[in-house]
């Protein structure tokens, strides 16, 4: 149905500008009754999109700043691919405080979904240590050695307790401001272990010298297979260490 769908939130919404960023989705800004917003149209399924909306709705509630989907007139979160939400003020993490700010964040993520269930068709880490594919990886496209490689660094993972994972928590998808750290595009939030999103510059979530190299190994193996194979896959591959 395409931007159609956008007359479901009402007579009262316009289309404002294309925002940048977005890979996998058309993204726009948009104003709802009066309100500045944003529209994000795509072509995950409904079950993918419900497990998002539910999880933005969730965190919400619970006092972390996010997204929050607007519903439609009917009530839906989102219609016919397409999502819109509230927009978040603020800039990217500058500074060594901020990025402290953004890690208090992400650990609050992580307390607040103990226990949610993974998203549609995904897979974790430690799952591809017997799994071959999930949502966007597929192992047997990459060489057997990177497979390997990356395995490797994903089973120092094994055993740890797991939640949901924003996935992509770079200065791009952080919007601060002084009173608040709020974290958009929740594309590749998924179950996993926590570790995975506290690869900081900075080491700005103070983990220790063993915990961050276990962690920036296999954030490195996630990337490549995520992504792969474009020359940012390439880069990330190579740094996973050999066997």
């Not at 919400?60 to 003020?89: H, K, Q, S």
């Not at 272990?193 to 996630?222: E, K, T």
Request: net charge negative; with cysteine.
């Amino acid at each position: 149905m395409g931007w159609e769908a956008l007359a479901r939130w009402g007579e009262d919404v316009t289309r404002i500008e294309p925002l940048t960023g977005g890979v996998a989705n058309d993204v726009w800004s948009v104003r709802v009754n009066g309100r500045l917003a944003v529209g994000r149209l795509g072509t995950r399924s409904d079950a993918d999109l419900a497990w998002e909306t539910e999880l933005l709705v969730h965190l919400d509630r619970e006092g972390l700043t996010v997204p929050v989907p607007i519903p439609t007139t009917d009530g839906r979160l989102f219609a016919d691919g397409l999502v819109v939400m509230t927009y978040l003020e603020g800039g990217p993490p500058e500074t060594p405080a901020d990025w402290r700010r953004v890690a208090g964040a992400l650990r609050e993520l992580h307390r607040l979904t103990r226990g949610w269930p993974q998203r549609p068709g995904w897979r974790s880490s430690t799952d591809l240590l017997h799994a071959e594919t999930g949502t966007k990886i597929d192992l047997a496209a990459m060489p057997p050695e990177g497979v390997a490689r990356c395995r490797a660094a994903w089973a120092r993972l094994s055993g740890r307790p797991t939640c949901v994972v924003h996935g992509n928590p770079n200065a791009g998808n952080i919007r601060m401001t002084a009173h608040q750290v709020g974290l958009i595009d929740w594309d590749e939030s998924h179950l996993d272990v926590p570790d995975l999103d506290l690869v900081l510059p900075g080491n700005a979530a103070g983990l220790d010298d063993a915990a961050y190299d276990i962690a920036a190994q296999a954030s490195a193996a996630w990337e490549a297979a995520v992504c792969w194979d474009d020359d940012y896959a390439v880069r990330r591959l190579a740094e996973v260490r050999a066997i």
